[in-house]
């Protein structure tokens, strides 16, 4: 089975911190994603990448940064966390485009 | 107006009963559907995907409607193992990068 694992369920953090979320993936996929899961909204996608060290914005990158050195990771960096960067990120990977995606648990950040 | 809308619910349904839930899309030019499942607390996961002459999956049906711009799924006999919020999702290219999600319809099958 696929497995998409992100390195932390639940964290809180203070206003201007630095915050790390990493994603990694076994199973070898070209691309993978990250995005943010609000009460009464769709997914909304922060960034992606189809390759490593590639990556391109998705519809809110604004306060968000990402890596890829390696194919199987993909981390979320946010720079300077903020109060309403409070959400559940999702990281995602999927081989082609197929519009299977496969989720990792997700990562619930509270900042205070 | 949104990309993709969904009724959130709760639909609230007894056990048994056959469910049934719509998903508009705005752009025309849409090419692909899925329909995800997303438990409480949980990540999606792919459920079905959508095919223009509709498709079938055990108690699942899938359709897609060009004409009026929506799809739909339909739960037959529902289990309380149905409960979940279910995602709709458009995409207007052949690509991943384009996915455009509904916040989703929370269905709750009641004894």
């Known amino acids: 089975d696929v497995k998409v694992t992100q390195s932390s369920r639940y964290l809180v953090k203070r206003t201007g911190e630095k915050v790390f979320l990493e994603c990694v993936q076994d199973m070898d996929h070209e691309n993978m994603f990250w995005y943010r899961q609000d009460p009464g909204l769709g997914l909304r996608l922060i960034y992606f990448?189809?390759?490593?060290?590639?990556?391109e914005k998705g519809d809110i990158p604004e306060g968000y940064s990402v890596s890829r050195e390696k194919k199987e990771r993909f981390s979320l960096i946010l720079e300077s966390a903020s109060t309403n960067q409070t959400s559940m990120y999702l990281c995602?990977?999927?081989?082609?485009?197929?519009?299977?995606?496969?989720f990792g648990e997700g990562s619930r950040l509270t900042v205070l | 107006r949104k990309e993709v809308e969904q009724d959130p619910g709760p639909f609230n349904v007894p056990e048994g009963a056959t469910v049934a839930f719509n998903c508009t899309y705005s752009?025309?030019?849409?090419?692909?559907f899925f329909w995800y499942r997303q438990d409480c607390r949980k990540e999606p996961k792919l459920l079905m995907s959508?095919?223009?002459?509709?498709n079938e999956d055990g108690r699942f049906t899938a359709q897609l409607n060009r004409a009026s711009q929506y799809i739909s799924l339909l739960i037959r006999d529902s289990k309380l193992s149905d409960s979940a919020t279910y995602l709709c999702?458009?995409?207007?290219?052949?690509?991943?990068?384009?996915?455009?999600w509904g916040a989703g319809t929370k269905l709750i099958i009641k004894p």
């Open positions: 999702v458009v995409n207007t290219r052949h690509s991943n990068y384009q996915l455009i």
């Open positions: 752009n025309s030019a849409s090419q692909s």
């Open positions: 995602a990977s999927s081989p082609t485009n197929t519009g299977e995606l496969f």
């Open positions: 990448s189809y390759d490593v060290k590639m990556k």
């Open positions: 959508v095919y223009s002459s509709g």
